[in-house]
């Protein structure tokens, strides 16, 4: 029997179509294989191809080409940084400005490295390079958002396969982040509990849905997954803005390329995409939300008929999901 | 300078990218082309290889193969139709049985043909089936909604290439529907009248995102798309429930024939998703919601991003997506 489930947080409603249900084999996702070989100008010594720097880690003595990390500004950005927002009402419409920054953060000099094969060392330092644009963006007081993403992968939008997330500063909440922090509001008030809390202690009960956890994180498969191994990383401590553990980032470099490497081993290195949810600018510290890693492989290439309303099929139920990812074979 | 536009509806803000700005052959979407030759379960003469017949059209004296239209159980259901909700608890979770009817509306015995091609007799018969079967489903007091969704082409997820159009009835009201919904509702109470009302009153006097119109309906562009050539089409008159216009089908035939046209002249036979937006059935009758028909042509392979986070980038203004709909040359 197909079950339907709902969402704690936004109240969606999806089916996890256990009929129709699907072994990570049954995904034909192509893999990530990268090459190197090819002109990236993301790679080092291609530094003039790429707009002005933002921001970069180079160690002790480096020259200009031998950085560890490198933030620069997407060069075709679907926002722009100068001017000002310009709010105005077409009759019954409202519009502003394109104002914004979209920003690239290169993670590594290695074409061929990714997330998933990089050093923990080099991890830390892409978190901390999210943490440090978080920080800088924000004294904007255009920018109420700064979304952090990453498409890996050709199939999950990448159009450079050189390892790297994307940021976009943005003077609105975008509409899902918006909704999952009103009804976490909502929880809230009702009960004087963090909903993510609540959830974060179910799942330590249950452990079905538990991926893996340190002593900072937690991965877990959602209850109501929009998609086969959607997978959530959340930290264990109240934290309502993306921030380090005790101003370090290893327990998280930890989780991260762990949960990733498990998604590798059982669906055979597919494309996928991350997202951080968290907090709005103007409400960075509260008791009713936490921030969290939302990363969904690309299986599956069906999406108009979700756009348009908001309910979803998946045909892996997350009981399942995780038990596949529990079990998979990664080192370290 | 790009710019963020929100829908006055769900209040999503996208970016209009107009930097990035593409023309419609900028997209390499693959052209739509049925052959005819291979099996076909939905071809006449293969009926025993559907579940049995709910519902079809045959002319006076036809036999069983000649029918001009049939709706048959979907194979592989995602949902099943009997047994009762058993709607439960799981700790803080809420679940129900995956109770709900999955069935398939074959348009045409003719392989080859589409909205497109078809004959507007045929069409009329297609929104007649859509009708009626939301009638008849509507009796079965278990159901609070009817999605009805067409995936044109395998880019948009259909499996099979034979025309076909898709009905799911659920027990819940789909999370994009009801946010309109309850959106619209707060409108009416805040202004007396209906949001829809308003913008079509808006859009007839501006006239730049108007595509096609006739006497009862009219095709837009929404002001804020969610991607490009995303097109809207309304009845002028208020209907909150999915119904014909006088007990007749044809205007409604006409302009969504009309428009597919426009999209295959535009995007040479694009890969589409359309969803019919009704009210629930235990609100049927209403002042502020108005059904339509929401068609996404699918052009981009991105969705991860925008499923993560409600925030939609789109290169295309609706304006010039109009102008290049409203200037394509279709017969008829």
């Known amino acids: 029997m197909p079950e339907l489930r709902k969402d704690p947080i936004v109240g969606r409603w999806v089916i ?56 620069v500004p997407n060069k075709f950005p679907a926002l722009q940084i100068h001017g000002d927002l310009g709010k105005t009402a077409e009759g019954m419409y409202d519009r502003m400005n394109g104002i914004g920054a ?28 999210y943490y440090l644009r978080l920080q ?50 909502k929880y809230y008030d009702l009960k004087e509990r963090c909903i993510f809390c609540d959830i974060i202690t179910q799942e330590l009960e249950d452990g079905r849905r538990v991926i893996y956890q340190n002593e900072g994180y937690i991965a877990i498969a959602p209850f109501a997954p929009r998609a086969p191994f959607e997978t959530w990383i959340l930290p264990k401590e109240h934290q309502s803005f993306f921030q380090p553990r005790n101003n370090d980032f290893t327990g998280l470099a930890e989780i991260l390329q762990r949960t990733l490497k498990q998604l590798d081993a059982v669906l055979d290195v597919p494309p996928y995409n991350f997202i951080i949810h968290t907090s709005p600018f103007n409400e960075e510290e509260n008791e009713f939300y936490r921030w969290h890693i939302e990363i969904t492989p690309k299986l599956t290439k069906i999406a108009g008929f979700e756009w348009g309303s908001g309910f979803f099929i998946n045909s892996v139920p997350p009981e399942e999901a995780a038990r596949f990812m529990r079990e998979a074979k990664v080192d370290g």
Not at 48 to 64: C, H, K, L, S, V
Not at 109 to 127: G, Q
Request: with cysteine; glycine share 6%.
């Open 16 to 71: 996890i179509s256990v009929e129709r249900g699907k072994r990570p084999a049954d995904f034909s996702s192509p893999s990530i294989k990268r090459k190197a070989g090819g002109f990236c100008p993301f790679c080092p010594g291609n530094e003039y191809t790429t707009p002005n720097e933002i921001m970069a880690f180079r160690p002790p003595g480096a020259g200009f080409t031998g950085w560890t990390l490198r933030v």
């Open 102 to 129: 979209h920003e690239v953060i290169i993670e590594t000099p290695v074409h061929t490295e990714s997330l998933s094969t990089m050093s923990l060392k080099r991890i830390n330092d892409v978190l901390w390079a």
């Open 136 to 185: 800088d963006l924000k004294r904007d007081k255009r920018f109420k958002y700064v979304l952090i993403f990453k498409n890996e992968g050709e199939a999950a939008g990448a159009t450079l396969e050189h390892s790297h997330t994307q940021l976009i500063a943005l003077p609105i909440v975008p509409a899902l982040v918006k909704e999952e922090f009103e009804s976490a509001k």
